[in-house]
Nanobody, 121 residues
């Protein structure tokens, strides 16, 4: 079992930045690829970013490339999502997930509780 806890969400003005963190505990963090997904009200959960168990490769959703980056610190059992130039449409609950590398939510077995990101215009 892996327990995932997200942090770093909050309210930010458009154009600002946030860094989300996801702390993992339990079974070996390095055994899993990690992903970030988000879900806005009334919308389906969508892929944001993924990082393999070794730190490379990484994948960012096409619409977010150039603004979002994903990284992991194996020593700290933590994965990060750096979000820059935020837009109101980035407003959502952001979820961290652990499992197999890829963009489908079905690849991930473990999920955090989510952290709210709200971008004001």
């Amino acid at each position: 079992q892996v327990q995932l806890v997200e942090s770093g969400g909050g309210l930010v003005q458009a154009g600002g930045s946030l860094r989300l963190s996801c702390a993992a505990s339990g079974r070996s963090f390095s055994s899993y690829a990690m992903g970030w997904f988000r879900q806005a009200p009334g919308k389906e959960r969508e892929f944001v970013a993924a990082i393999s168990r070794f730190g490379q490769p990484t994948s960012i959703a096409a619409s977010l490339k150039g603004r979002f980056t994903i990284s992991r610190d194996i020593d700290k059992n933590t994965v990060y999502l750096q979000m820059n130039s935020l837009k109101p449409e980035d407003t959502a609950v952001y979820y961290c997930a652990g499992g197999q590398y890829g963009s489908s939510p079905t690849l991930y077995d473990y999920w955090g509780q989510g952290t709210q990101v709200t971008v004001s215009s």
